[in-house]
């Protein structure tokens, strides 16, 4: 569910997408959802997973890691991460490999998968109907 559903100018792109995904863990069914959105100020960017155990969330503008369990909270900061070095690791990475210093990482597959994921969302999204994940 979503769309460009705001007074934003975007071009070409949803301002808003809610997705519900079925995954599989020790063979049961588990949902999987998303929300992302260009509308919240300030941006929120939380990532968070709920067990029976408990849940783990990570902030990433507060850059903190939080492990809440019924036994209580345990908040793991991340304050002297900057986010600039995830770029400058992945560069350094692209220029090693270009240099012919190391092999890149096995990441087709794992981009295939995303590019799958997207397109289903985006078939899903212009037909208001359930869409299968298409497998290679």
Request: glycine share 6%; aromatic share 14%.
């Given at each position: 569910i979503g769309g460009h559903l705001s007074d934003l100018e975007l071009s070409g792109v949803e301002d808003v997408a809610t997705m519900?995904?079925?995954?599989?863990?020790?063979?049961?069914?588990?949902p999987l959802h998303v929300h992302l959105d260009f509308l919240q100020r300030p941006p929120r960017r939380r990532y968070k997973i709920v067990g029976d155990a408990g849940s783990i969330e990570f902030d990433y503008h507060q850059r903190e890691l939080v492990l809440a369990t019924p036994a209580g909270r345990d908040v793991t900061s991340?304050?002297?991460?900057?986010?600039?070095?995830?770029?400058?690791?992945?560069?350094?990475?692209?220029?090693?490999?270009?240099?012919?210093?190391?092999?890149?990482?096995?990441?087709?597959?794992a981009a295939l998968a995303t590019h799958r994921t997207c397109m289903a969302a985006l078939r899903s999204l212009a037909s208001g109907a359930q869409a299968s994940i298409l497998k290679a």
């Open positions: 519900l995904f079925t995954g599989e863990q020790a063979g049961r069914k588990v991340f304050a002297s991460w900057h986010r600039n070095q995830m770029f400058e690791t992945e560069v350094a990475e692209f220029m090693a490999c270009v240099r012919g210093e190391r092999d890149p990482a096995p990441f087709l597959e």
